[in-house]
Every structure is written in structure tokens, then in C-alpha cells.
């Protein structure tokens, strides 16, 4: 597949599907969106090609996401708003993002990605 957008290795969450990743042959490139966050446009690409709601974008669990008020600010936000938050700060996003093509799969949840073995 053509790129596994995730963070640094110390995301469990990024080191399982990784693993699964790779137990299952598919070799994936790796970038770190916390150091590199994807732009403007490529967010929209990922957001349309998930088919999920943008919100599932956002990493909730995170201090970004807790120290900027996203709980209470997100249903307000417009969708430009929320990408270029998005945009702005890797450590909003959801992680990891997988990139497959004409699929885009937000965090990780093997049985989305038992898809890919299809």
C-alpha cells in the first residue's frame, strides 16, 4: 500500500496495526504526522476516501485535543476549520492513518483492515 501516515513508534496503537501490517505482507511506507502533519488538501483526500465523519479524525484521547477545548468547540467548528486544526497540530490526529489506495483507514481496528487481505 501506498503509505501508512502514523506517529513515532511510541504509539501503541501505531506499533499494532504496524505488526499486523507486516504479519499479513503488506509492506507500508511510514511517515510521522505529528513531526509532518498532512496538509490542507491531503486531509480532505483521507477524509473523503474513509467515509467517516470527520470528527473520527480527531485523536480524543490526546493533550491536544484536551488542552484545546475540542470536546465543547468541535460541533461548532466548521469543516475547514476542524482540517485546518487538523493541519495545524499532528497530534490532533487520530492515529495511525492508512493510506490503501481507494481506501483510507482512520486508527486501527483489525477488522477494517482484514479488508486489505481481499
Given amino acids: 500500500w501506498s503509505s501508512d501516515v502514523c506517529s513515532s513508534d511510541l504509539c501503541g ?3 499494532k496495526a504496524s505488526r499486523w501490517l507486516s504479519d499479513h505482507g503488506i509492506d507500508v511506507e511510514v511517515v510521522d504526522i505529528v513531526e509532518s502533519p ?5 486531509l480532505k483526500d483521507f477524509h ?3 467515509g467517516r465523519e470527520l470528527k473520527a479524525f480527531f485523536n480524543t ?3 491536544s485535543y484536551r488542552q484545546g477545548g475540542f470536546r465543547d468547540r468541535l460541533e ?3 469543516e475547514s476549520r476542524m482540517i485546518a486544526a487538523l493541519a495545524a497540530d ?3 490526529i487520530k492515529r495511525p492513518i492508512l493510506d490503501a489506495g481507494d481506501r483510507v483507514f ?3 481496528r483489525e477488522t477494517d483492515y482484514e479488508e486489505l487481505k481481499s
Avoid at 38 to 42: G, K, L, N, W
Fill in 38 to 42: 498532512p496538509s490542507t488538501t491531503r
Fill in 48 to 50: 473523503r476516501r474513509s
Fill in 106 to 108: 482512520v486508527g486501527f
Fill in 13 to 15: 496503537t501505531c506499533r
Fill in 76 to 78: 461548532s467548528m466548521s
Fill in 90 to 92: 499532528g497530534r490532533l
Fill in 61 to 63: 484521547s490526546g493533550q
